[in-house]
């Protein structure tokens, strides 16, 4: 347990699915400045290695990228393994690969339900119980899971006024991340695992890239901080959840959402 509010990592191994861009990059980098040995996984972005390269050169840490569909359960359990073998120990996992199909739902197929789920759903419960797994079978107590979830998991976007807004798959596959969130965690608290969900609002990435600028600009007037976040901007809640400073943090999920969910 590190003295004062200071959060330092050195000797830690944290995974961050989809740390390669957006959010999730934006985890990268900070939990690298922290000091911890970071395992990226990705799924298909051609420059994840590069990234991930030169985010180890920039922080003096070590740190590689694993291609690995996080819906995969025989790939995840494989290539958790290898991280614990190659950087681990494993001490904390960043879920935070997701997806979004925006649609109207008269047009949203089979195909688009298990697309969304299969990443955002299974992918976070894949990827969670891999890591559990080493740390109950290697009785590592202390492990953090972090798992990104959405503020869509308790509103749903102002459909009704664009339809690109449209996308209730995303939003109620997010509310079953924040539940999946609590269970996990009431079921590994005797192992000493803790699991806890950041959900953010608006943030500028590729997945809000597909927003036209009006109604881009519509969505920030709704927003009491009056615009949409940066990714640097989620990564103070996440690192103090897979810190020591939240030792007694657990089943919750915390928003960071410029004030969305006041009104
Ligand atoms: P991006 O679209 O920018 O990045 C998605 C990341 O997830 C990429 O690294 C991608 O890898 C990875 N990924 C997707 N599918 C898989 C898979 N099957 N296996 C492994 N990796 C995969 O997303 P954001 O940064 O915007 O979002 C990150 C998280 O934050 C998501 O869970 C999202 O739902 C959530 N979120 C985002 C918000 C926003 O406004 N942007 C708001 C609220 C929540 P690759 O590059 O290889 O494709």
Redesign the pocket.
């Known amino acids: 347990m590190s003295s004062g509010f200071t959060i330092d990592f050195k000797g830690k191994c944290i995974v961050i699915?989809?740390?390669?861009?957006?959010?999730?990059?934006a985890y990268t980098r900070a939990v690298a400045q922290a000091g911890a040995n970071i395992a990226v996984?990705?799924?298909?972005?051609k420059d994840?290695e590069e990234v991930t390269a030169k985010v180890a050169k920039e922080f003096g840490i070590k740190a590689k990228a694993y291609?690995?569909?996080?819906?995969d359960t025989e790939l995840v359990n494989k290539v958790f393994k290898q991280i614990n073998d190659e950087l681990g120990p494993i001490t904390g996992l960043i879920a935070?690969?997701?997806?979004?199909v925006p649609k109207p739902a008269l047009e949203l197929t089979h195909d688009d339900f298990i697309k969304v789920y299969?990443?955002?759903v299974y992918?976070v419960f894949n990827t969670a119980r891999a890591v559990a797994k080493l740390w109950i079978e290697n009785k590592h107590k202390g492990g953090s899971i972090v798992i990104?979830?959405?503020?869509?998991s308790q509103i749903i976007n102002q459909s009704a006024l664009n339809e690109s807004l449209a996308q209730v798959f995303?939003n109620s596959s997010?509310a079953a991340v924040s539940n999946l969130t609590k269970g996990l965690a009431a079921e590994w608290a005797a192992h000493g695992i803790r699991v806890n969900a950041v959900?953010?609002?608006?943030?500028?990435?590729?997945?809000?890239s597909h927003m036209d600028k009006k109604v881009r600009d519509y969505q920030a007037k709704a927003i009491p901080l009056g615009r949409?976040?940066e990714?640097h901007e989620m990564t103070g809640q996440a690192l103090l959840l897979l810190s020591d400073h939240a030792s007694y943090m657990t089943g919750g999920e915390y928003f960071v959402d410029g004030g969305q969910l006041i009104w």
């Open positions: 699915t989809g740390g390669n861009r957006g959010i999730g990059y996984i990705y799924r298909s972005s994840a291609k690995c569909d996080v819906s935070n690969a997701g997806v979004s299969d990443v955002n992918g990104t979830s959405s503020m869509s995303y997010k959900s953010p609002g608006y943030v500028n990435t590729d997945q809000t949409f976040a990714p």
